[in-house]
């Protein structure tokens, strides 16, 4: 068990261009979901996919944000006309099936520095 | 909608003395209750959990319980680590939908 991985593990991008983020959930979690970390503004939930369907994305921001989850292996989390308030930390995380007491367990996350 | 308070954002202790992270939450759902500790440049990983009241949970020497009446969850520990320097997190599960809220984090300091 490899655990969450997300790639890359750093991402440097110009101010105006464009991020993608990829991350595997663990094999036989039904729910993924995306956080964003700073300093300032802590875990900041962003979106949510159970069974590859978005649940919930009320902490995306609409216009430059946007998730999927194509397959049970994979999720993505693109970012448009990256801006440096941005910059941070993305985490990804998989429960088994997305339930109230159903633990997540994190990846390591990308760190995303927008210059 | 749900939240959850952390008051302490730093807490710097010597090797071997209590500690106690204070946590209380709001949500008008049946709370499930976690902690998460994240070291250095690490993922969060989860500590500990609960949802039931008044019932002591206990993980790699913390512990903690769930305090309906009063809305909290502290994480205590008798004796303090060089190693539990990190990063604690609270986080609530307040609807179905398995969605956690979280606090703002204590950074725990543990000086020899």
């Known amino acids: 068990n490899a655990g969450v991985i997300q790639t890359p593990r750093h991402k440097v991008t110009g101010k105006g261009q464009e991020a993608t983020l990829w991350c595997e959930p663990i094999s036989g979690h039904s729910a993924v979901f995306w956080y964003r970390q700073t300093i300032v503004q802590g875990l900041e939930f962003l979106t949510y996919?159970?069974?590859?369907?978005?649940?919930?994305d009320s902490g995306m921001p609409k216009e430059r944000f946007s998730a999927q989850m194509p397959n049970q292996s994979h999720s993505t989390l693109k970012i448009q006309s990256t801006q440096p308030q941005d910059s941070a930390v993305y985490l990804c995380?998989?429960?088994?099936?997305?339930?109230?007491?159903?633990?997540?367990?994190f990846g390591s996350g990308t760190r995303l520095l927008v210059i | 909608g749900d939240s959850v308070t952390q008051t302490e954002g730093l807490v710097t202790l010597t090797k071997g003395l209590p500690v106690m992270l204070n946590c209380t939450y709001q949500t008008t759902y049946s709370p499930f209750l976690f902690w998460y500790v994240q070291h250095l440049n690490e993922a969060p990983k989860l500590l500990l959990k609960?949802?039931?009241?008044?019932k002591r949970t206990e993980h790699q020497g913390f512990y903690a319980t769930l305090h309906k009446s009063s809305s909290s969850f502290h994480l205590q520990k008798s004796s303090v680590q060089l190693s539990d320097s990190a990063l604690y997190f609270c986080?609530?599960?307040?609807?179905?939908?398995?969605?956690?809220?979280f606090g703002d984090g204590t950074v725990l300091t543990v000086k020899p």
């Open positions: 609960s949802s039931t009241d008044n």
């Open positions: 986080a609530l599960s307040g609807t179905n939908t398995g969605k956690l809220t």
């Open positions: 995380a998989s429960s088994l099936d997305g339930t109230s007491n159903s633990d997540y367990t």
């Open positions: 996919f159970r069974n590859q369907a978005p649940i919930d």
